[in-house]
């Protein structure tokens, strides 16, 4: 059983940065294609970005909506994942999860795909 716990969420003006941390214990997080997903009051929880592990490739994925404001990158050292967010919006602000899994390569994006999930840190981008 892998636990999986977040860090680094907070209040940020527009157009600021913040980095998350996902710690993994329990298991080894390269063995797992880790990624964050994101959840505001009322909605689905939104694919946000993945990284594959070591052995199905290790390529990274980004929904279009972060995609070169974002970077999901992983420490197998220290069994953590993190997303670096640069230019936030306001319409960045969610509860931020991080999940592990072993999807295949076109699931990478697919939430039902992920079996470890953390409790989930906020960010609020606002002036």
């Known amino acids: 059983q892998v636990q999986l716990a977040e860090s680094g969420g907070g209040l940020v003006q527009p157009g600021g940065s913040l980095r998350l941390s996902c710690s993994a214990s329990g298991g080894t997080a390269s063995e797992y294609t880790m990624a964050w997903f994101r959840q505001v009051p009322g909605k689905e929880h939104e694919f946000v970005a993945a990284?594959?592990?070591?052995?199905?490739?290790?390529?990274?994925y980004y929904d279009d909506s972060v995609k070169g404001r974002f970077t999901i990158s992983r420490d197998n050292a220290k069994n953590t994942v993190y997303l670096q967010m640069s230019s936030l919006k306001p319409e960045d602000t969610a509860l931020y999860y991080c999940?592990?899994?072993?999807?295949?390569?076109?699931?990478?994006?697919?939430?039902?795909?992920?079996?470890?999930w953390g409790q989930g840190t906020q960010v609020t981008v606002s002036s």
């Open positions: 999940a592990a899994g072993r999807p295949i390569l076109s699931a990478t994006r697919d939430r039902p795909m992920y079996y470890y």
């Open positions: 990284i594959r592990s070591r052995g199905s490739g290790g390529r990274s």
